[in-house]
């Protein structure tokens, strides 16, 4: 992890998200596409949120945030590996994800962070934005440089990105 510009310089005002590279190198601002900050919100803990308090001592804060449109699709980018990490239930999942996304539900998320490359360009998506944000606040406390994605895959369906479904018929979101 780049020690310049890591999560607790971000929470602790030191630097601001226009100072944070992504590992691409790309500003969390020029991801929003603006010149003023990215938009944030504060979510609940994550024990509010995952029934089984698998995570439980994250405290939220700002966060970095991109839109849909930021998010390259997941894989390889002209400026290296692309996780895009689905923290949705598996009922979620299987109606409508975007191609090529890591699935792993937000109660899972600490058993399984070695599944998460901690070199890759992380984006973070539920449904709405509330799980991936405190995913997002715990994966940074945890050494990662995550993103999380405003609006999550209900702004993705509504931008028209692509959607795979698990079985038959179309994929969809809500």
Avoid: K
Avoid at 18 to 36: D, P
């Amino acid at each position: 992890m780049s020690g310049g510009t890591g999560p607790a310089r971000i929470a602790s005002g030191e630097v601001s998200d226009r100072s944070v590279r992504t590992r691409g190198g790309r500003s969390v601002s020029e991801l929003a596409g603006n010149s003023e900050a990215a938009g944030r919100r504060v979510a609940p803990s994550i024990s509010t949120i995952a029934r089984r308090g698998s995570i439980d001592s994250v405290t939220t804060g700002d966060r970095p945030t991109v839109p849909v449109s930021a998010v390259p699709d997941a894989g390889t980018s002209d400026v290296g590996a692309v996780v895009l990490l689905d923290v949705r239930e598996h009922d979620e999942w299987a109606l409508g994800h975007a191609p090529g996304a890591l699935h792993i539900p937000v109660t899972d998320i600490p058993a399984r962070l070695a599944e998460i490359d901690p070199d890759a360009e992380l984006f973070v998506v539920c449904r709405q934005g509330g799980r991936s944000a405190v995913v997002v606040d715990y994966l940074n406390q945890n050494g990662y440089e995550a993103l999380d994605i405003r609006g999550g895959m209900v702004a993705w369906q509504q931008a028209g990105r692509a959607l795979v479904r698990d079985g038959d018929g179309p994929a969809t979101v809500y």
